[in-house]
């Protein structure tokens, strides 16, 4: 059985999956004010990056099409019955995600004019969703160096 009918997506899904999780990344730390304190938007064509609106755009857009690749991939699995995650990685991968999703719709709905969200559960959620960040960033640095490693027999 091939890898594409394994999982039921296949390399166009896996690149739109990583440009969307890139962009998301990008424009994360782009609503901190870091691209501007650290030159970043001094590069050629970079002044974007300063501008706290257009990041914002560009993370929902960058979410809408992570929760369309994410409802694709959840549909995909229910349809053939294996709709929860095979091993530990995909687990905590999809348990880190969850939790981001839940602290950045809390921070969208801070943005809404009718939705009152008090400030603990603001800063709260703003944190959480920084370290869902940075603890995904890190798990993904660690697989991708020390995951893909097969182990040699010794017999």
Do not use: C
């Amino acid at each position: 059985m091939s890898k594409m009918q394994e999982n039921g997506v296949g390399r166009p899904f896996k690149l739109f999956y990583i440009l969307a999780l890139a962009a998301l990344v990008f424009s994360g730390f782009g609503q901190m004010p870091i691209f501007k304190r650290y030159y970043l938007a001094d590069l050629p064509g970079m002044a974007w990056s300063a501008d706290y609106y257009v990041t914002l755009v560009i993370h929902y857009l960058a979410v809408a099409a992570f929760l369309a690749l994410s409802t694709y991939y959840v549909v995909i699995r229910a349809a053939r019955r294996r709709l929860w995650p095979d091993n530990g990685p995909a687990w905590v991968r999809t348990v880190i995600f969850t939790i981001m999703i839940a602290t950045g719709s809390v921070l969208l709905a801070r943005n809404l004019p009718w939705i009152h969200v008090p400030p603990q559960i603001i800063v709260f959620a703003t944190f959480t969703h920084v370290a869902g960040t940075m603890t995904f960033l890190i798990m993904a640095a660690t697989y991708f160096r020390f995951g893909g490693r097969k182990k040699k027999n010794a017999g």
